[in-house]
């Protein structure tokens, strides 16, 4: 049987799909038919798609519980030329679709709005707070806010500026626009997750109602969702470096000087339970036929306390230093080098080693985050006069809250030596690590006494704003009416972190928790890699070591910094139509200060406070055209002038490894990234509720964000003094993304449906800053942050009578993910499948079953470094998750 390509499976789909549409059309009388349930929503998204001026996507969601999706990205993963990851960062996938990029860009050039205003909202994760603070996690948005989702790929002036790529726009629904008075939802139900064999409950509810005259509405709505997760994976990317000259093993194993080593890496087991708590509150009131006044209120919080159980082996640390082992026995080694990498380590315990007493095959480092939370929250005022019959203006006024919160802490402890090693057979493969002893506690060798580091970090952030727009209707011929408004904000950001302290008993073997000892799941055998067994303490036993022996005091101040960013912005854009050719045009005045607050080591060695202001305007034109070529045929063009603003943590985060003295240090003269953009599109609407459309975009980008190679001096907790780091630090330069969307849907005979789109990306570095990938002399690596070349989804549907069904299958190629030191991170390639199922009992009652992941698939990456074989990174299995729930509505 040949194998098709997912764009030959779509163009096969939408031929046979023709024909039966073509031959039931024939077949079957007209009627008036009125559509519900999955293609109802179908329908009002195409519509919306196609009566727009410019270029977008659209979500809509009729009902709670349409899509095996349980928050926004995970419906905007089906979109052409959106993409996805269950992260915000190098930290791996959660099991949860976490942030959203246009084009393949980072996520910090696409900006996300809920009811056209901003949000702010935070992370858990310690690394995503402090480097962060404009890209949105999605976690804190459940799938049932949804009325509308709005994906803006091409710009106009009357968008908020801030997404060089794009404006994601999440609508919630409003209490005026029910058709009846009363209206009411819920949902309750539970999750099962494989990993952790636990089910937890899930519930939401929404009730809105309005008075008779619908002239006052009010809807309510809330949620609570929990769910555990156990994450088996396997860590390598922690400690790849270089063998020493002179080292054990460069004495041992021949051609083994320079190549790359395991230092240190191994099994990880994270184990959190996730909790959404929050809802929404939407007040209207039309108080006259030309005043309408809403007032929403929104709260979500995220509560995700974790433990990540990291048994990681350190054979190749300490035989690869010319120090740290120096005298060990030669003919104790043995191993094999291949294509740079010291491919092949094993080393035996000789008899009467010196050497032994002071090194450790492995150490066990439970890094526990007892309060891990994130938080976003917004009050929003719209207003909407309509002065007379030409002019109405709209106004909104709010603030928006973001918090991110981290308490961590490590337990850690050394095994003695045992000897042991490491195998690699490439980069798509795990390391198997043999470490003897590893079933057993031990503690003993390079330190025989436990240890802890950590932090609280905390971070803020907030904006206040407001808005006024106006439209003036016209009569200029063509140009119909006059959009124009501004708009004034202030963005504040400020991070706080204090290290973790160890009192008296701490550093006792005798106090460690041994009654919370404990294995790591047999889970671990899926990957294929050794770690099930393996002896670690629990998360309630770590926790309880800590609050006894370790607090919280001292400014961390070189990790502390405030920023203050306040912005004013002003619009004029004209709207116009001829019988065939409609759009806009317009130009968009953005002013921006940025304000950056930080502690810097001063020439006493001490802390000292240092500011640093910028400022820039930016002008910003947009231009949008649809011409309407036949009447199921559609031809679009756009151009236009955008800008992001760097992530807030890039122009001043300090995050460091001091144990391999590296890490991330911000930038606080980073510019905005701005972005000349180019669309064209044609849209072919052959059938009810079926589209097929191809697009082509470019743009090119100035000021993008990659990273540089220096070294710094910054404060090393565990060494306790002034030490030099080798670290990354983010500059600008340029670069530029094109690629070809293509998108498939359409209603079949007898309830079935079909979609499919598949995006092709290209995206490269064009400058060359020094001392990046890209800059390099030899080995340049110009690969561009978050781009996939190829990325499609299939999916198929079926609704009839009282029983409904889902499939979809979501895949995206690898992408680079970060850097490192030396070293690249590129995600390999991913593809989840979902599928839901849904009867409905009667008019009030439906139950569905909803499966997330059923692939289990596997999420991993791999470490490029130049002049060496590629090598495995992590590799994670979050499990499958199954959703169940019975859903009433009156």
Same mark, same amino acid.
């Given at each position: 049987?040949?194998?098709?390509?997912?764009?030959?499976?779509?163009?096969?789909?939408? =031929?046979?799909?023709?024909?039966?549409?073509?031959?039931?059309?024939?077949?079957?009388?007209?009627?008036?038919?009125?559509?519900?349930?999955?293609?109802?929503?179908?329908?009002?998204? &195409?519509?919306?798609?196609?009566?727009?001026?410019?270029?977008?996507?659209?979500?809509?969601?009729?009902?709670?519980?349409?899509?095996?999706?349980?928050?926004?990205?995970?419906?905007?993963?089906?979109?052409?030329?959106?993409?996805?990851?269950?992260?915000?960062?190098?930290?791996?996938?959660?099991?949860?679709?976490?942030?959203?990029?246009?084009?393949?860009?980072?996520?910090?050039?696409?900006?996300?709005?809920?009811?056209?205003?901003?949000?702010?909202?935070?992370?858990?994760?310690?690394?995503?707070?402090?480097?962060?603070?404009?890209?949105?996690?999605?976690?804190?948005?459940?799938?049932?806010?949804?009325?509308?989702?709005?994906?803006?790929?091409?710009?106009?002036?009357?968008?908020?500026? +801030?997404?060089?790529?794009?404006?994601?726009?999440?609508?919630?629904?409003?209490?005026?626009?029910?058709?009846?008075?009363?209206?009411?939802?819920?949902?309750?139900?539970?999750?099962?997750?494989?990993?952790?064999?636990?089910?937890?409950?899930?519930?939401?509810?929404?009730?809105?109602?309005?008075?008779?005259?619908?002239?006052?509405?009010?809807?309510?709505?809330?949620?609570?969702?929990?769910?555990?997760?156990?994450?088996?994976?396997?860590?390598?990317? =922690?400690?790849?470096?270089?063998?020493?000259?002179?080292?054990? =093993?460069?004495?041992?194993?021949?051609?083994?000087?320079?190549?790359?080593?395991?230092?240190?890496?191994?099994?990880?087991?994270?184990?959190?339970?996730?909790?959404?708590?929050?809802?929404?509150?939407?007040?209207?009131?039309?108080?006259?036929?030309?005043?309408?006044?809403?007032?929403?209120?929104?709260?979500?919080?995220?509560?995700?306390?974790?433990?990540?159980? #990291?048994?990681?082996?350190?054979?190749?640390?300490?035989?690869?230093?010319?120090?740290?082992?120096?005298?060990?026995?030669?003919?104790?080694?043995?191993?094999?080098?291949?294509?740079?990498?010291?491919?092949?380590?094993?080393?035996?315990?000789?008899?009467?080693?010196?050497?032994?007493?002071?090194?450790?095959?492995?150490?066990?480092?439970?890094?526990?985050?007892?309060?891990?939370?994130?938080?976003?929250?917004?009050?929003?005022?719209?207003?909407?006069?309509?002065?007379?019959?030409?002019?109405?203006?709209?106004?909104?006024?709010?603030?928006?809250?973001?918090?991110?919160?981290?308490?961590?802490?490590?337990?850690?402890?050394?095994?003695?030596?045992?000897?042991?090693?490491?195998?690699?057979?490439?980069?798509?493969?795990?390391?198997?690590?043999?470490?003897?002893?590893?079933?057993?506690?031990?503690?003993?060798?390079?330190?025989?006494?436990?240890?802890?580091?950590?932090?609280?970090?905390?971070?803020?952030?907030?904006?206040?704003?407001?808005?006024?727009?106006?439209?003036?209707?016209?009569?200029?011929?063509?140009?119909?009416?006059?959009?124009?408004?501004?708009?004034?904000?202030?963005?504040?950001?400020?991070?706080?972190?204090?290290? =973790?302290?160890?009192?008296?008993?701490?550093?006792?073997?005798?106090?460690?928790?041994?009654?919370?000892?404990?294995?790591?799941?047999?889970?671990?055998?899926?990957? +294929?890699?050794?770690?099930?067994?393996?002896?670690?303490?629990?998360?309630?036993?770590?926790?309880?070591?800590?609050?006894?022996?370790? !607090?919280?005091?001292?400014?961390?101040?070189?990790?502390?910094?405030?920023?203050?960013?306040?912005?004013?912005?002003?619009?004029?854009?004209?709207?116009?139509?001829?019988?065939?050719?409609?759009?806009?045009?317009? &130009?968009?005045?953005?002013?921006?200060?940025?304000?950056?607050?930080? @502690?810097?080591?001063?020439?006493?060695?001490?802390?000292?406070?240092?500011?640093?202001?910028?400022?820039?305007?930016?002008? &910003?034109?947009?231009?949008?055209?649809?011409?309407?070529?036949?009447?199921?045929?559609?031809?679009?063009?756009?151009?236009?002038?955008?800008?992001?603003?760097?992530?807030?943590?890039?122009?001043?985060?300090?995050?460091?490894?001091?144990?391999?003295?590296?890490?991330?240090?911000?930038?606080?003269?980073?510019?905005?990234?701005?972005?000349?953009?180019?669309?064209?599109?044609?849209?072919?609407?052959?059938?009810?509720?079926?589209?097929?459309?191809?697009?082509?975009?470019?743009?090119?980008?100035?000021?993008?964000?990659?990273?540089?190679?220096?070294?710094?001096?910054?404060?090393?907790?565990?060494?306790?003094? #002034?030490?030099?780091?080798?670290?990354?630090?983010?500059?600008?330069?340029?670069?530029?993304?094109?690629?070809?969307?293509?998108?498939?849907?359409?209603?079949?005979?007898?309830?079935?449906?079909?979609?499919?789109?598949?995006?092709?990306?290209?995206?490269?570095?064009?400058?060359?800053?020094?001392?990046?990938?890209?800059?390099?002399?030899?080995?340049?690596?110009?690969?561009?942050?978050?781009?996939?070349?190829?990325?499609?989804?299939?999916?198929?549907? @079926?609704?009839?009578?009282?029983?409904?069904?889902?499939?979809?299958?979501?895949?995206?190629?690898?992408?680079?993910?970060?850097?490192?030191?030396?070293?690249?991170?590129?995600?390999?390639?991913?593809?989840?499948?979902?599928?839901?199922?849904?009867?409905?009992? !009667?008019?009030?009652?439906?139950?569905?079953?909803?499966?997330?992941?059923?692939?289990?698939?596997?999420?991993?990456?791999?470490?490029?470094?130049?002049?060496?074989?590629?090598?495995?990174?992590?590799?994670?299995? #979050?499990?499958?998750?199954?959703?169940?729930?019975?859903?009433?509505?009156?």
């Amino acid at each position: 049987m040949s194998k098709r390509t997912p764009i030959a499976t779509a163009v096969g789909l939408l =031929i046979l799909g023709a024909g039966i549409t073509a031959q039931a059309q024939e077949a079957a009388a007209p009627e008036q038919v009125i559509v519900t349930g999955i293609r109802a929503s179908l329908q009002q998204s &195409l519509n919306q798609k196609r009566n727009s001026d410019s270029l977008v996507e659209v979500i809509t969601a009729e009902d709670v519980g349409k899509m095996p999706d349980k928050n926004v990205a995970d419906s905007l993963q089906r979109l052409p030329g959106v993409s996805v990851a269950a992260a915000g960062g190098g930290e791996g996938s959660f099991g949860e679709n976490d942030r959203v990029a246009l084009r393949g860009t980072p996520f910090g050039l696409t900006l996300t709005t809920l009811n056209g205003h901003s949000v702010s909202s935070g992370d858990w994760f310690a690394d995503n707070i402090v480097g962060g603070g404009r890209s949105v996690s999605f976690s804190l948005f459940p799938s049932e806010l949804i009325g509308r989702v709005t994906v803006h790929k091409g710009a106009q002036a009357d968008l908020l500026e +801030g997404g060089a790529e794009g404006v994601v726009d999440i609508e919630t629904r409003k209490p005026l626009d029910f058709k009846k008075q009363f209206n009411a939802q819920f949902s309750i139900g539970g999750v099962n997750s494989s990993n952790s064999g636990k089910t937890d409950p899930q519930i939401n509810a929404m009730v809105a109602w309005k008075n008779d005259t619908n002239t006052l509405g009010i809807l309510v709505q809330g949620f609570h969702e929990k769910r555990t997760l156990s994450r088996v994976g396997q860590e390598n990317q =922690i400690w790849y470096d270089r063998v020493e000259a002179g080292s054990p =093993i460069a004495k041992s194993i021949p051609g083994s000087t320079g190549a790359m080593g395991s230092y240190l890496g191994g099994t990880a087991w994270f184990e959190q339970k996730r909790t959404r708590n929050g809802g929404l509150v939407d007040v209207q009131l039309k108080a006259s036929n030309d005043l309408t006044l809403d007032l929403t209120a929104f709260h979500s919080h995220l509560d995700a306390p974790n433990i990540n159980h #990291n048994f990681m082996q350190s054979v190749g640390r300490f035989l690869s230093s010319s120090t740290l082992a120096s005298n060990y026995p030669n003919g104790a080694i043995t191993g094999t080098t291949a294509n740079g990498v010291v491919t092949q380590l094993n080393a035996t315990v000789p008899a009467n080693c010196t050497a032994c007493a002071n090194i450790s095959s492995a150490v066990q480092e439970e890094f526990s985050r007892p309060v891990a939370e994130s938080q976003s929250q917004f009050v929003n005022l719209d207003a909407k006069w309509r002065v007379n019959e030409v002019l109405t203006l709209n106004g909104k006024l709010g603030t928006t809250k973001g918090l991110g919160n981290t308490v961590s802490g490590a337990l850690g402890v050394w095994m003695p030596w045992t000897g042991g090693g490491y195998s690699i057979s490439g980069a798509g493969s795990p390391v198997i690590y043999n470490t003897p002893g590893a079933d057993k506690f031990s503690i003993g060798g390079n330190q025989a006494t436990p240890y802890t580091y950590g932090s609280h970090v905390t971070a803020n952030d907030k904006e206040t704003y407001g808005q006024v727009d106006g439209t003036l209707k016209t009569e200029w011929g063509a140009v119909h009416s006059l959009q124009f408004g501004g708009r004034v904000a202030e963005h504040k950001r400020d991070l706080t972190s204090i290290g =973790i302290n160890a009192l008296p008993g701490l550093d006792s073997a005798a106090n460690l928790p041994m009654s919370g000892l404990t294995a790591f799941p047999s889970d671990f055998n899926d990957l +294929g890699a050794k770690g099930a067994g393996y002896w670690t303490f629990s998360q309630d036993a770590v926790n309880g070591w800590l609050s006894k022996y370790g !607090n919280y005091s001292g400014d961390l101040k070189q990790s502390e910094f405030t920023i203050k960013e306040p912005t004013q912005s002003a619009y004029v854009m004209g709207n116009f139509s001829t019988e065939s050719l409609s759009g806009n045009f317009g &130009l968009r005045v953005v002013h921006t200060t940025e304000e950056v607050n930080r @502690y810097e080591i001063g020439p006493s060695g001490g802390f000292e406070p240092k500011r640093y202001s910028n400022s820039y305007i930016d002008f &910003l034109p947009s231009a949008n055209f649809r011409l309407d070529i036949t009447k199921d045929l559609v031809g679009r063009f756009s151009t236009s002038r955008t800008m992001a603003r760097p992530e807030l943590g890039m122009m001043a985060g300090v995050d460091l490894r001091d144990v391999q003295g590296t890490g991330n240090v911000g930038n606080p003269d980073l510019r905005p990234i701005r972005a000349n953009n180019f669309d064209l599109g044609l849209e072919w609407y052959f059938a009810p509720k079926s589209m097929l459309s191809a697009g082509a975009f470019y743009s090119a980008l100035d000021g993008y964000v990659t990273y540089g190679k220096s070294t710094a001096t910054f404060y090393n907790q565990l060494q306790k003094q #002034n030490t030099v780091y080798q670290v990354s630090t983010p500059v600008n330069t340029t670069a530029e993304v094109k690629g070809l969307e293509f998108a498939y849907v359409q209603e079949l005979p007898k309830g079935f449906g079909v979609n499919a789109n598949y995006t092709y990306t290209l995206g490269a570095e064009t400058g060359k800053a020094p001392g990046s990938p890209c800059g390099a002399l030899t080995n340049a690596d110009c690969t561009l942050i978050g781009t996939s070349k190829n990325a499609y989804n299939v999916g198929a549907f @079926y609704e009839q009578g009282k029983f409904s069904a889902r499939l979809t299958y979501s895949w995206r190629s690898g992408f680079l993910n970060g850097t490192s030191r030396n070293s690249a991170a590129f995600q390999a390639p991913i593809g989840t499948l979902s599928a839901s199922i849904a009867y409905q009992i !009667n008019d009030n009652y439906s139950i569905t079953l909803d499966g997330k992941d059923l692939n289990n698939p596997l999420v991993r990456s791999v470490i490029h470094t130049p002049g060496a074989m590629d090598l495995p990174g992590s590799l994670y299995k #979050n499990g499958r998750q199954v959703y169940f729930a019975l859903h009433g509505k009156y």
